[in-house]
């Protein structure tokens, strides 16, 4: 069985850095065609996708965020790390860590961690 | 960027109804298009995947349909716990993988 974990503050402040941490079990970050990623959500907005690293350590990021994010992965520890800087009121949100499998059959998010609401507020 | 639009923005459904949720991509995606069902407080989980195939686990009432750019989520015989809102997503040119803004699916 498949479980993420989000885990970090519940409260940062204007221009802070946001370190998140995704820990994980279940599945190997090392088998082909596995990713682990985030995605977030402002309350009563829709879903926006930020950040995902592969298998391989092959990392993306949403255009509009690149400037601001950084993932990582621990392979030997099963986390991902997701660091986003100089925080803003409007990146208040819950984040979701996700895993998701990209291969010729199926590219998509196929499970969910239960998510961590982040205020940003002074 | 892909832009996602899904129509309608919400909707009011009874139970049994059938209920088709549209969702429009800017350019062509052929087949990289998932669904997603949310219900409040809780995480997405995944429908559908690659426009028309069932995620393991999900109920065969929901079915998916469309390629290019039109994508349609049909759910036959409404249950009250399908009440939530639904996300269609793209996975043809990333990054960014990019959400509709939601459908809210609610009770009549």
């Known amino acids: 069985q498949i479980t993420l974990k989000e885990s970090g503050p519940t409260l940062v402040k204007p221009t802070q850095t946001l370190t998140l941490t995704c820990t994980f079990s279940?599945?190997?970050?090392?088998?082909?065609?596995?990713?682990v990623g985030w995605i977030r959500q402002p309350p009563g907005k829709a879903l926006e996708w930020l950040a995902i690293?592969?298998?391989?350590?092959?990392?993306r990021y949403s255009p509009s965020l690149k400037s601001r994010l950084t993932i990582t992965k621990d392979t030997s520890k099963n986390q991902v790390v997701l660091t986003m800087t100089n925080m803003d009121p409007v990146d208040t949100g819950t984040y979701y860590c996700t895993h998701s499998i990209h291969n010729l059959k199926i590219d998509a998010f196929d499970i969910w961690g239960q998510g961590t609401m982040v205020t940003v507020s002074s | 960027d892909i832009q996602m639009t899904q129509s309608p923005s919400s909707l009011s459904a009874s139970v049994g109804d059938r209920v088709t949720i549209t969702c429009r991509a800017s350019e062509s995606i052929r087949d990289y298009l998932n669904w997603y069902q949310q219900k409040s407080g809780k995480a997405p989980k995944l429908l559908i995947y690659?426009?028309?195939s069932l995620q393991s686990g999900v109920p065969s009432r929901f079915s998916g349909s469309g390629s290019g750019t039109d994508f349609t989520l049909t759910i036959n015989s409404l249950q009250p716990e399908d009440f939530a809102t639904y996300y269609c997503q793209q996975s043809y040119i990333t990054p960014p993988w990019t959400f509709g803004q939601g459908t809210k699916v609610e009770i009549k």
């Open positions: 690659a426009a028309s």
């Open positions: 690293v592969y298998w391989d350590d092959d990392k």
């Open positions: 279940g599945f190997s970050h090392s088998t082909s065609g596995v990713a």
